[in-house]
């Protein structure tokens, strides 16, 4: 069954393809031949697209980042509360999750215990490292505490961030999650880490 319809351009069904099949089954399970049957491509199409699977696999990672950042750009987007605003992060992961899927948690993580040092697709997993602790500081500071509370702050809600990932990788087999949702449950604890430390504001 190939991805979508053959009309597309070559490279937009090899990238569908291959982002479809290494979240859904893994990078190391998945194969090339496995690739170009759901994108319904040749090996030469692939070839003239991309060096290998190496470089298919950080244009798959590559691709997630940047949907990743609109998407949190979107939430952000109007938003001028300084808690709300941190709280982003979140709202940003709930609706990336309802528009593109996550029964498996995090693609960045599991792809972070995949790929060896010095993988080119390495470079999106410090992207998107980069992107959530560098905003969230950001966010801190801008919401009035020094550069030290602003780190302590932002390293504590990645703590949350990446628990709620972890914990929906973890009961994605189950129908019905008894604790409830981890990322609601992630973003109310950081609700009440932000009363505790933020500045009051007049």
Known sequence: ???????????????????????????????????????????????????????????????????????WDEVLDGRTDPA??????????????????????????????????????????DADSHLLAGRLRELATAAGLDDADAEDLAAALLLLYDGALARWARDATVADLAQGDPLARARGLAADLLAARLPARS
């Open 84 to 125: 709300e605003r941190l709280l982003s992060v979140f709202d940003a992961l709930a609706l990336y999750r309802a528009r593109e899927g996550s029964r498996r948690g995090c693609a960045f993580l599991a792809a972070a215990t995949e790929l060896p040092a010095g993988h080119p697709a390495r470079a999106w997993l």
């Open 1 to 71: 069954m190939t991805t979508g319809s053959a009309t597309r351009p070559a490279r937009e069904r090899l990238l569908a393809a291959a982002g479809e099949l290494f979240y859904e089954q893994g990078i190391a399970a998945t194969g090339v031949d496995a690739v170009l049957a759901r994108a319904g491509v040749s090996p030469s199409t692939l070839y003239a697209h991309f060096p290998g699977k190496d470089a298919l696999v950080a244009a798959y990672l590559e691709r997630r980042h940047r949907v990743w950042v609109q998407t």
